[in-house]
């Protein structure tokens, strides 16, 4: 396992525009796949986004396709998440998670998680 810590959330305008990093613990970031998760309050937690090991491959979920961007560096052991076009409904805390398999949509594939950053809209 990863020890994983996200930052960058905070309260941005709809129509704005945020970037999240999760910094990964560890000499073994770049044997994990990256998912990006999100919960908002009543829901159930959703995939937004996946990176596969060496970042060539990419997936999103299809509110986020477009206005999303995951990355990731694997020399700094951090995965991102440019999130553009923010709309309210984006409001959520938003977690990282590492995988060793390549079920990414599937959050129960993830043995690591940090700890969430939340994420306001306002309209």
């Known amino acids: 396992q990863v020890q994983l810590v996200e930052s960058g959330g905070g309260l941005v305008q709809a129509g704005g525009s945020l970037r999240l990093s999760c910094a990964a613990s560890?000499?073994?970031?770049?044997?994990?796949?990256m998912g990006w998760f999100r919960q908002a309050p009543g829901k159930e937690r959703e995939f937004v986004a996946a990176?596969?090991?060496?970042?060539?491959?990419?997936y999103y979920g299809d509110s986020e396709k477009g206005r999303f961007t995951i990355s990731r560096d694997n020399a700094k052991n951090t995965v991102y998440l440019q999130m553009n076009s923010l709309k309210p409904e984006d409001t959520a805390v938003y977690y990282c998670?590492?995988?060793?398999?390549?079920?990414?949509?599937?959050?129960?594939?993830?043995?690591?998680w940090g700890q969430g950053t939340q994420v306001t809209v306002s309209s």
């Open positions: 998670a590492a995988t060793n398999t390549i079920f990414y949509r599937d959050s129960r594939t993830y043995d690591s």
């Open positions: 560890g000499r073994t970031f770049s044997s994990y796949a």
């Open positions: 990176i596969s090991k060496s970042g060539g491959r990419t």
